[in-house]
């Protein structure tokens, strides 16, 4: 009889020691979503302070160099002098200087728009990740208020790489082939920020899904030690009934808060379009269909597999823009 007593006890023991750690896995997850959404707030926000730097400055360089270049104008039109020609071969050296600054702030600052591109993708991929665990009341308000908010600075419509033509051609002269190779090079250019927005979507993708599996994980454990009836909540959606009792959150990537006429920036929409000419039809059936599932273990595994493509596109235009920058040099030696 003692030893029954003993055994139930333990077994009851047990049971409530499991609940209990369910019911305190659930506010943890809830906090590192909140954390996960807050640090994609702050990085967004970094990198929009840090475009509006880079716009201001280059609005300062455009203005100088145009300032430097109507000096120069007034200049040529004095009469001839030593001190004229003086006045204005320095004005000339300054104007180069500041047009050299003027390109170098443009490109720096393409690149910070870029990353600002990318950031707020990875803040609406975790804002979606925290509104997939159904927060409270307040919480899902300030969440869908932050997406209103997020979704129209990512609906430009993407335009699509186009690649060069690849084969070297052998009656080209260096002028020909320099053209080519500057294509090729700002072809890379644009394929290596494609690269760098789908390594950063791949990494927030990997992390939800493990903030994913941790959360099934918990309600598994939750739901089997409590022995209480659950009634999920029953919610319409364009008519259709959602019994998931989170509003399938995670199984559809965009939130339906989503304003009408707007059209997330998403894998599904956005590989198709511009790396459509990069990378194998196969692979971006891969993303759409990934796309489509809304699981983020999937989605993430197809954002690493295009990444891959694009990197070894990038390799294959490296080296024939090498090729063809060595071919112009031979033709000029030659001649």
Known sequence: MARWVLSLTLVMGTSVASAASAQTAQPQLATSLNAVVESAELSAKVAERRVAQLALYRGQLAKRYQDQLNAIDRLKKQRASWRLDRELRESMSSS?????????????????????VNARRTYLIA???ELGTGPVPARRQALERA????????????????????????????????????????????LAREVAGLEAQAVALDHLAQLRKQHDRAG????????????????????????????????????????????????????PIVLADVIDASTISTFA???RSGDPAQRAAAAHKAHDAVAKRIDQVRKKRAEIEARARQLRAVH
Do not use: M
Not at 179 to 187: I, K, P, S, V
């Open 127 to 129: 804002i979606d990740g």
């Open 220 to 271: 598994d454990l939750f739901n089997r030690d409590d022995d209480q009836p659950h009634r999920n909540t029953v919610r319409k959606t364009d008519g259709n009934e959602d019994t998931t009792g989170t509003g399938g959150q995670w199984d559809n990537p965009h939130s339906p808060s989503t304003p009408p006429g707007v059209t997330p920036i998403s894998a599904e929409n956005y590989v």
């Open 147 to 190: 997406r209103r908010a997020l979704v129209p600075q990512l609906r430009d419509v993407p335009h699509r790489i186009v690649l060069p033509d690849l084969d070297v051609d052998l009656l080209a002269d260096p002028e020909e082939l320099d053209q080519h190779a500057a294509e090729l090079r700002a072809t890379e250019g644009e």
């Open 289 to 291: 269909a990934a796309e």
């Open 96 to 116: 180069l200087e500041t047009a050299n600054q003027l390109t170098a702030s443009t490109r720096e600052l393409d690149a910070a728009r870029q990353h600002l």
